[in-house]
Each structure stands twice: as C-alpha cells, then as structure tokens.
C-alpha cells in the first residue's frame, strides 16, 4: 500500500498554478479543495498542466458552519448540485462535510443515506467528514449513524473531535478502531484538549497530540491494508480561519501554513515508511 498525499486549497492565497507549483515540488500527488469556490477554468488548468490528482470538497448549507434551520432537503439538494459542478474535474474522490449537529439521528441518517445514492448513481466515490458543527460532530452520533448505514464511509478528521471532548481519543479506542473500518481518507490536523489545531505539530509541547492523532491514522492504515487497498490517501490539513494562531493585537500568525503543511507531508510520509516496514516484520513473524 502506498501513500498519497493530497495539498490542500484551504488557505491558499495568490495564483492557483503556485499551489500547483508547491504541490509538485513538495511530491504531492494532487490537489484537495472546493470546486463551488474556486476558479474552475483555472484549476482545471493546473490540474491537467501539473498531472495532479483532484480531491473535490464539498460544503453543504453555506459554509463551513452550516446555515442553522436549512431544511435536510436543502443539504441533499447543495450535495446534488456541487456534485454536478465537480464531475468536469473528474476527481478522484469527493469529501463532503454535511449536515447538522442539531439534527436529529433520523435526520442525519436521511441525509447521509440520500446523499451516497446521488454519489452511487454517479458513479463518484464519496466519504463524509467528522467535523465538528456537522452530523458527525462527535464519536457517539457518528457509531450510531454507523449502525444504520454500514456502507458509509467517512474522511476522518480527528481533531474535530478532539475539541469537541476535550481529550484525546486513546480511552476511546474502541470508538478509533470502529470509525477506522469506514475510512476512506485522512484529514492530517493535529488537535488538541482546547483547540482543533495546534500552533506548529512540531513543537515538543505538542509531542502527545501528534503521537496520538498518529496512532490513529495508524489504525486506519492497519484496516486499508488488510483489506487490500492499493493506497491510502492523506491531506495535511492545517488552516486559517481562527484555526492558525495569531499574536494578540497584531494578529501575526506564530508559523507560516505552507511551511506547517509541507512539515506534515514530510513527516507523515516518513512515519508510513515506518509504520510499513513495522507491518512486515510482524507478518513475517
């Protein structure tokens, strides 16, 4: 199994070929953002100049924070439409962070189940975010939409959630090793206890956080393989948005997104190397 590592748009600013460019340069294999949002003609262009890969994200109701009292319909009808939108880019995977936290498990379960057969019917492989403000805002709901709908499959974004706790997830591990067996794709952020984004992952006060957001994303690796899976597909997902940390007064940011981002390329792309060759060793013994 290899790795494929996605560079996101979010936060990119300036011309879209100089993500192009980085992304190239970095060994990204493709490009992850939201084709309602982005010059189309433009991306296309970079995609097919660079030979890079696509990753169509998918927001429904607004924004990332959904519109309160949009009706399940208007989430389904939003999926439907950027869907469409998308299909000319021909991406290889879409990410859709949908739903309502204040909807009820019926609601969700309408939606998600409506949504993967718009995407079924299309012929696109699609997998929902654990993102908080969303449907699968937290473990619990997301176990519970699980068991109604085990075809589902998720882009796992565990910081989300742990903010959303406040702890990290390794006294939930059972809750890991579940949500693991749907994964489809990663979202590399490091959260922690108070923040769903740590000020640089390589800061040794936040050693903890990123070994355990590690072991997760090991989890998912460990499923992919025995299944089989060719590759597994990864964006280091650090962003802007109130997620960067700023200096009061100034509102400097403390590290650069680029430079975050290609750190976690790097890293992660060693720690599979690991992890892979680890893999091998217990199955020769």
Same mark, same amino acid.
């Given at each position: ?76 009808? /939003? ?5 469409? *939108?998308?299909? @000319?880019? =021909?991406? %290889? ?5 949908? #739903?309502? $936290? ?67 997830? /390794? ?5 890991? *090793?579940?949500? @693991?067996? =749907?994964? %489809? ?5 490091? #959260?922690? $206890? ?92």
């Amino acid at each position: 199994m290899e790795l494929q590592l996605f560079k996101t748009l979010w936060g990119h600013t300036g011309a879209l070929a100089a993500a192009g460019d980085q992304a190239v340069e970095a060994g990204f294999v493709g490009l992850e953002g939201n084709a309602d949002r982005l010059p189309r003609d433009d991306l296309h262009s970079v995609l097919q100049s660079h030979q890079l890969a696509y990753i169509q994200e998918i927001v429904t109701a607004g924004n990332y924070v959904p519109r309160r009292h949009d009706t399940v319909e208007q989430h389904i009808a /939003d999926v439907e439409r950027q869907l469409q *939108l998308g299909r @000319a880019l =021909h991406p %290889q995977q879409v990410t859709i962070i949908g #739903g309502c $936290d204040a909807w009820s498990l019926q609601q969700s379960v309408r939606f998600f189940g409506e949504a993967q057969e718009i995407a079924a019917r299309m012929g696109i492989v699609c997998s929902f975010e654990t993102h908080r403000s969303r449907s699968l805002f937290n473990p619990w709901v997301t176990l519970a939409v699980l068991e109604r709908l085990p075809e589902l499959r998720l882009t796992c974004d565990f910081s989300h959630w742990v903010v959303v706790l406040e702890r990290q997830l /390794d006294d939930d591990w059972d809750a890991v *090793l579940e949500v @693991a067996k =749907h994964a %489809q794709h990663i979202h590399a952020r490091v #959260g922690y $206890d108070q923040g769903p984004q740590v000020p640089h992952p390589a800061a040794p006060e936040y050693a903890a956080a990123l070994a355990s957001h590690q072991r997760y994303w090991e989890a998912i690796w460990r499923v992919q393989h025995n299944s089989g899976r060719a590759f597994t597909s990864m964006t280091p997902e650090f962003g802007p948005d109130g997620y960067l940390h700023t200096m009061p007064f100034t509102q400097q940011p403390v590290a650069d997104l680029w430079e975050i981002n290609a750190w976690v390329a790097r890293t992660e792309h060693m720690h599979f190397q690991e992890w892979r060759t680890r893999i091998a060793q217990e199955e020769k013994t």
